[in-house]
């Protein structure tokens, strides 16, 4: 009796934790609400934000620099990525909303790219060509040489 008491009390705790980490969408919602006192300036936040990840998810480069650089789930953020997509379209045609705040979609296009250009995808900096390259200088003779000497030597001096 007492064990399935408590089986179901961690049942529901974790329903509840997936029902959270389950809809990341929660948080803008419940912060836009907090945020009504100032409605242009929350709506210039969610357009920025919506402006600058469309521009991120949009473009293959941006989006896999993202993706590589964040240590959130991949599924997480693609879902994040597409509806910042799909929401974009409608506020960059609001005429009152581009007037208010300024056309936040040039202004993400042309900031994607400069920031690009110094290794910065939203958040994350230091992003500077491929992270999964593989290294190939002149230090490669050298490793190659120490292991031919260890493996020869070896099968060499083999009794
Ligand atoms: C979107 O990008 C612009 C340009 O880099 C930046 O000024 C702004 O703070 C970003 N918006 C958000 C919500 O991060
Ligand atoms: C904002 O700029 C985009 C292109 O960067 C353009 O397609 C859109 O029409 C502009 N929005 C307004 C309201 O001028
Ligand atoms: C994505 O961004 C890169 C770097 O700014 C640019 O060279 C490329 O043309 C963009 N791709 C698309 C599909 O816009
Ligand atoms: C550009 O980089 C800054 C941080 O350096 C970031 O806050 C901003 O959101 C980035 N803009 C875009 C459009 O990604």
Redesign the pocket.
């Known amino acids: 009796m007492h064990n399935s008491l408590l089986t179901n009390i961690i049942l529901l705790l974790s329903l509840f934790y997936v029902a959270v980490i389950a809809s990341p969408d929660k948080l803008p919602v419940a912060l836009s609400v907090r945020q009504t006192s100032a409605p242009i300036d929350s709506e210039c936040l969610t357009y920025s934000r919506t402006a600058n990840l469309s521009t991120i998810g ?5 989006r896999s620099a993202f993706l590589q650089a964040s240590n959130v789930g991949t599924l997480m953020n693609s879902r994040m990525l597409d509806a910042a997509i799909q929401k974009l379209p409608a506020l960059t045609r609001d005429a009152a909303l581009n007037k208010a705040c300024g056309n936040l979609t040039t202004i993400a296009l042309t900031e ?2 400069r920031n ?2 110094m290794g910065v995808v939203a958040q994350f900096s230091g992003l500077v060509g491929n992270p999964q390259s593989i290294k190939a200088g002149p230090e490669l003779l050298a490793i190659v040489a120490a292991v031919v000497l260890v493996f020869g030597g070896v099968w060499m001096f083999m009794p």
């Open positions: 949009a473009n293959s480069t941006y994607a790219e690009f250009t």
